[in-house]
């Protein structure tokens, strides 16, 4: 079983910065995709951004130029810096890793985080 713990949210002004952390834990062999994702209230749960294990990245349109992915292998950690947040980035935040687990049986591993609240307010 991987566990996945965010870290970083919290309420910040518009114009203002924050850095989300996301450490995965766990008998972990490899991890492929790591990502984050968002919800708002009533909306779906969409991608922000991905990063593969070699460094390549995805960018939702709504926030390229503004936030940037990174990770540390060896720590199996994923970061997301937000700067020039917006009020319309307000939402819980969900970190994604996808890979392979090792142990007395190999398996493929999709898992989430619990969430950490995101809040771009005056």
């Known amino acids: 079983q991987v566990q996945l713990v965010e870290s970083g949210g919290g309420l910040v002004q518009p114009g203002g910065s924050l850095r989300l952390s996301c450490a995965a834990s766990g008998s972990i062999f490899s991890i492929n995709t790591m990502g984050w994702y968002r919800q708002a209230p009533g909306k779906q749960r969409d991608l922000v951004a991905a990063?593969?294990?070699?460094?390549?990245?995805n960018y939702a349109d709504s926030v390229k130029g503004r936030f940037t992915i990174s990770r540390d292998n060896a720590k199996n950690t994923v970061y997301l810096q937000m700067n020039s947040l917006k009020p319309e980035d307000t939402a819980v935040y969900y970190c994604?890793?996808?890979?392979?687990?090792?142990?007395?049986?190999?398996?493929?591993?999709?898992?989430w985080g619990q969430g950490t609240q995101v809040t771009v307010a005056s």
């Open positions: 990063i593969t294990s070699g460094g390549s990245t």
């Open positions: 994604n890793a996808d890979g392979v687990t090792y142990g007395s049986s190999w398996a493929d591993f999709d898992s």
